[in-house]
Structures are given as structure tokens and as C-alpha cells.
């Protein structure tokens, strides 16, 4: 299912129309990137969690050059599907 057959699902369901349905669903996702940005986990209860966690830096090898290379620590997001999604 794409983001368009998604906002159709929604607006059906929901009984609203497509275009307010998109805007809903583009909204939420905005607010839980900015969320993410922020550094902040965004816990949507039943459905998923998003978080942030740093990864450390670490040593890795070029498998064409066998050369060590260093990696440096970042920043990721981890999302961990929630109970509703299990099947």
C-alpha cells in the first residue's frame, strides 16, 4: 500500500474526504518528523515506536581495498512495530 491508497483507506473509513484526509495524515507525519529531529521518541501506543539512538563510531574494512576505515559516531532511527501489526 502506498501514502495515496493509504489517505483513501483513511478517508473511507473515516468518512471525510481524500484531500482533508491527506492533509491529516501529512500533518502527523510532519509533527513526528520534527519530533525525531528534535531528539525526541515519538511512542504512537499499539502501533509503533520511533526512536533515536546514537550509534558509536567503529572500525570497519573496505571489502575492495581490505583498508580499515574509520566510521563516526551518529545519530539513527529505530522503529519497532507495535502489537497491532503482528500477524
Request: aromatic letters at 2%; zero cysteines.
Amino acid at each position: 500500500m502506498n501514502k495515496s491508497e493509504l489517505v483513501k483507506a483513511a478517508a473511507a473509513k473515516a468518512e471525510v474526504s481524500a484531500a482533508l484526509a491527506a492533509k491529516v495524515l501529512d500533518a502527523a507525519l510532519e509533527a513526528a518528523v520534527e519530533a525525531v529531529k528534535k531528539g525526541e521518541n515519538v511512542q504512537l501506543v499499539g502501533y509503533a515506536n520511533i526512536a533515536v539512538v546514537e550509534k558509536a563510531a567503529r572500525k570497519a574494512k573496505n571489502p575492495r581495498t581490505g583498508a580499515v576505515i574509520n566510521i563516526p559516531a551518529k545519530k539513527a532511527v529505530k522503529m519497532k512495530a507495535g502489537a497491532k501489526f503482528a500477524l
